[in-house]
């Protein structure tokens, strides 16, 4: 049997090795230069240069849409739309956020911090560069939690609407405590295991070649770290507390056949929402639904909802329960 003092000294070992095993996040630098959105570089608030992708109206741009991509993808998941768009009279900026595409630290996780301070540097350099111009935020996935968490912060600069495709939500109020105790144990002893997904059976869309192409892109990232997980929980927990606080217009997007985020969390994110954010529920839509077989229909409701706040698809939800199961 241990002793008082050998069972003392364990747990002293065992709080140090947690210490030193905890998630890594990324720091800002040191620096503070101009911001400066350039044709393919956002020079952020400490001169980070993060990767940008700019799809241009070929007149003045009747809106402009800031694209926040979702986890282990990059600016390269809007070039459908966003090259769609183009056509409408709208200009698409997207951006490789911090740990993502060819940013810097590919794989480590950047940090809400860092996430909204970049998004918010981005808007207003936008600003600047497209005067007099109504900006959207649109969010994929973990960018629309990203969205979510950003315009309902202190100081971000004001938006003239917002748009969540799919957005990410299944955070800490849905895990159970299995599921939650695994994850934090995980993320402060071993933070960089990595996952695949691999083996779950879970599927993103019904467009097969795209997902072969994303299977053989090199910056959409296969492997992520379970710190980086651990910090998509972390955002996805901020995204569903921040619900009630989104500023309006708002265009919320899902597809009844979505696998990766379940519809208990999104019928419940519906239920916190302002009464006046539109919802929309495509019955042949997955996770990735501009990029599903049936996206131009997609990319057609987001442009007309900017333009005239009208749905040509007529797929709008108006009241509660969105579903009548929730799985």
Known sequence: MFSRYQGAFLSILLILFVAACSPVVQEARDVRPTPALNSDTLISFDGTKLPVKIWKAPEKPLALMIAVHGMNDYSNAFAY????????????????????GTSVQPGIWPGQVLMIRDLATLVRAARAKYPDVPV??????????????????DDFPKV???????????????????????????????????????????????????????????????????????????????????????????LMLYGAKDQLVPRGPVEDLAARLPEDVDIVIYDDGWHMLMRDLQGPKVWRDIADWIKIRKLPSGNKVATLPLFSDKK
């Open 160 to 250: 003239d609407g917002i748009i969540l495709s799919a957005p990410a939500v299944w955070g800490w109020q849905t895990l159970n405590i299995f599921y939650k105790s695994a994850l934090w144990v995980a993320a402060h002893t071993t933070p960089s295991t990595r996952l695949t997904g691999r083996g779950l059976g879970i599927q993103a869309s019904d467009n097969i070649s795209m997902l072969r192409n994303l299977g053989a892109d090199p910056y959409f990232i296969k492997e992520t770290r379970i710190d980086a997980v651990y910090g998509l929980v972390d955002i996805m927990d901020s995204a569903y507390d921040a619900a009630e606080k989104i500023p309006t217009p708002a």
């Open 81 to 100: 739309p966003a090259s769609w768009w183009t056509g409408q009279g709208i200009t698409t900026i997207a951006y490789d956020q911090r740990g993502f």
């Open 136 to 153: 959207y935020l649109i969010g994929e996935s973990m960018g629309g939690a990203v969205v979510m968490t950003a315009v309902t912060s």
